[in-house]
């Protein structure tokens, strides 16, 4: 699906040569600051290459339209943004800016379920801790339906236990909907018993 081939950025990433295919749940794993945020974002065309290639379902990532390029792999932060309002709000907000016709068909309620939050829809966002703001941030994402999700540290502000569970959810819809999954987590456990693949990246480098 993707295929990175002597990419350059910056004196952040070196990368000789990699794929990543697709409807598969691909693990990035390494030490702070060795360039996985920075991996990521080049693969929505957030940022580019200052040298290299890279294609996309075969073609060259420059020669998609960015805005549905974006909307078609979504990105999701370490720190996401929670807009302002109730929870609902933020369900009804992120609709309003996709072209996901199937949104509407899709229940806020069970969307929460997935994400483990117990809340109400009317409940304020502003009041969500760390790890339920993160949580209602993966929910959105979900609603938007990408083929591609690029999660960065999806459950870092989560407990072990709950972090497990939030990350099988997203797996097991990631797999049943035939999706591609491509998230950076500090686990190696959480890596070895979901991913397809796993990719070590430190220093810029991906280690074998
Ligand atoms: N646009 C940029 N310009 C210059 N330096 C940058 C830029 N983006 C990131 N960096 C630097 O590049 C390095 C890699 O950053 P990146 O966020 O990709 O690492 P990371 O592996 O995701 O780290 P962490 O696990 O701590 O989130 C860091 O030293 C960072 O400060």
């Known amino acids: 699906m993707f295929k990175l081939e002597k990419i350059k950025f910056k004196n952040i990433l070196n990368i000789e040569e990699i794929l990543l295919e697709e409807n598969r749940v691909t693990a990035i794993l390494g030490s702070s600051g060795g360039g996985k945020t920075t991996f990521l974002k080049l693969l929505n065309n957030m940022i580019t290459a200052d040298q290299g290639t890279i294609t996309y379902q075969g073609k060259d990532i420059e020669s998609y339209d ?104 997203v797996v097991d819809y990631v797999r049943k909907n035939n999706r591609t999954l491509i998230m950076v987590t500090h686990s190696s456990k959480i890596a070895e018993k979901f991913a397809d693949k796993i990719i070590n990246i430190e220093n810029g480098k991906i280690i074998k």
Request: glycine share 2%; charged share 30%.
């Open 66 to 169: 960015p805005v549905s390029l974006r909307r078609e792999i979504v990105m999701l932060p370490q720190d996401p943004q929670i807009f302002k309002g109730t929870i609902k709000d933020n369900f009804t907000k992120t609709e309003a800016i996709t072209d996901n016709e199937n949104s509407k068909n899709l229940n806020y309620n069970e969307l929460l379920q997935k994400v483990s939050l117990t809340q109400d829809l009317n409940d304020a966002a502003d009041n969500l801790s760390g790890g339920e703001k993160q949580r209602l941030a993966l929910a959105r994402v979900m609603l938007l339906e990408p083929k591609v999700l690029l999660l960065d540290e999806p459950s870092s502000s989560l407990d072990k236990k709950t972090e497990e569970k939030i990350i099988k959810r």
